[in-house]
Nanobody, 121 residues
Framework: QVQLEESGGGLVQAGGSLGLSCAASGNIYSIDAAAWYRQAPGKQRELVASIISGRSTNYADSVKGRFTISRDNAKNTVHLQMNSLTPEDTAVYYC???????????????WGQGTQVTVSS
C-alpha cells in the first residue's frame, strides 16, 4: 500500500508565501509523476502543477510565475512553493502521485487527504 501525506497548509495574508510538502510512504519503487490539485468551495478540483520523472513541469495559467513544483526522488517527496498568494488561491490542496511498486509493475494513482490553504485579503 502507498500513502501520501500533505503538510504545510495554513493561513497566510495576501501577498505572502506558503510551502506545501507531500511525503509518499509504503511499497514504492518509483514515482513516475506527481501533481498538486486544489478544490475551492463550490468549485471543481483543478490541476495546479505537475512534475514527471524527468523533472518536466506543467502549471495552470493562474499560478504560472508564482508557484513552483519540485521533487526529491531520494525522499519520495513533492513540494509546492507558493508565492504572491491571493484570496483566489484559497482551497484544499491535494497531492497526487502515479506510483510504480516494482520495476515491471503497473502504475497506480494515489491521493493524499488534502491540506487547507487560506489566503486572507
Amino acid at each position: 500500500q502507498v500513502q501520501l501525506e500533505e503538510s504545510g497548509g495554513g493561513l497566510v495574508q495576501a501577498g505572502g508565501s506558503l510551502g506545501l510538502s507531500c511525503a509518499a510512504s509504503g511499497n514504492i519503487y518509483s514515482i513516475d509523476a506527481a501533481a498538486w490539485y486544489r478544490q475551492a468551495p463550490g468549485k471543481q478540483r483543478e490541476l495546479v502543477a505537475s512534475i514527471i520523472s524527468g523533472r518536466s513541469t506543467n502549471y495552470a495559467d493562474s499560478v504560472k510565475g508564482r508557484f513552483t513544483i519540485s521533487r526529491d526522488n531520494a525522499k519520495n517527496t513533492v513540494h509546492l512553493q507558493m508565492n504572491s498568494l491571493t484570496p483566489e488561491d484559497t482551497a484544499v490542496y491535494y497531492c497526487a502521485a502515479s506510483v510504480r511498486r516494482s520495476l515491471l509493475g503497473s502504475v497506480q494513482n494515489y491521493w493524499g487527504q488534502g491540506t487547507q490553504v487560506t489566503v486572507s485579503s
